[in-house]
């Protein structure tokens, strides 16, 4: 769980909104719920905004700006950090995750996180040297698989290059289990996977892009290597959406893509 301890405002300008939404909360001698009072959000929101979980929207700040009289301090801190390459906070992508009802990804490296095994996703972080605690990192992972199993799970289209199924991530034996819970995560009726074959080309998208969708917003999520990018602004997120369907044009089809899912099995057999 994220903390007001854990931001970093000199590397984050969303980190820098958060910090200065509280400074000032507290200056004016406001509670969580005041603030969420004026600006229309509940108490935990406003609680969740000065821990970088969760990013207010211009609609939040705005009122506070005149409230505050701080001649839209906020609100210009906010617009710039949605146009900057933001250090993300994993919290606020987490949320988006958590609250998405459908979940569009594309990834040209490695299998997408929610579809990992748990084996695979150890050798991952092994491999990495990006956490310190390879256990619990896996654990987090596994945790956040299970709202796929639970009711109301968001709708998964996920494309996979060709070149995720040849890359020997663990070992022959830790790819032979990771395409079996593929061909297992196909059989569920809100799951659709696909493969990109590699006689299409490249097609511009190094890493991986997620497109995630909630009731009320819709973002995207650009990741390659340790470097991450949340994208809110909607005529970004409408061409990666433009960059997704064209990939997805030339996508096998479900039923092709389980073949070849199957022969890559069968060759490490």
């Known amino acids: 769980m994220e903390s007001h301890d854990s931001l970093d405002p000199r590397s984050s300008l969303w980190d820098l909104v958060a ?13 969580c719920q005041q603030v969420g009072d004026v600006a229309n959000a ?18 939040n700040l705005a009122p506070l700006d005149e409230a505050w009289g701080t001649a839209g301090l906020l609100t210009a801190l906010a617009e710039h950090a949605k146009d900057g390459h933001d250090r993300p906070r994993v919290g606020a992508f987490l949320q988006y995750e958590r609250d ?3 979940i569009r990804n594309y990834t040209s490296d490695i299998v997408f996180g929610l579809l990992q095994s748990e084996n695979y996703a150890r050798a991952l972080f092994q491999r990495g040297g990006v956490v310190e ?6 654990k987090d992972r596994m945790e956040r698989q299970e709202r796929l199993y639970g ?13 995720v199924l040849w890359w020997q991530v663990g070992g022959p034996e830790v790819m032979s ?15 659709s996977l696909r493969i990109f074959p590699v006689s299409a080309g490249w097609r511009g998208v190094s890493g991986s892009l997620s497109l995630m969708t909630t009731r009320d917003s819709e973002v995207a999520y650009l990741e390659s290597g340790r470097m991450g990018r949340l994208v809110e602004r909607p005529p970004e997120i409408r061409e990666f959406g433009v960059s997704y369907d064209r990939i997805g044009a030339l996508a096998l089809r479900e039923d092709q893509s389980r073949m070849l899912i199957k022969h890559m099995l069968g060759l490490m057999k």
């Open 100 to 102: 998405a009802t459908s």
């Open 151 to 163: 009711p109301n799970p968001p709708h998964l289209w996920v494309i996979l290059a060709q070149t």
């Open 133 to 138: 605690d390879v256990e619990s990192a896996v």
């Open 177 to 191: 289990g990771q395409l079996s819970h593929l061909l297992r995560m196909m059989e569920f009726d809100h799951v």
């Open 42 to 59: 509940s108490r935990s929101h406003v609680s969740n905004w000065e821990a970088g979980r969760r990013r207010p929207n211009q609609a």
């Open 19 to 31: 910090v200065q939404l509280r400074l000032l909360r507290l200056n004016h001698g406001w509670t």
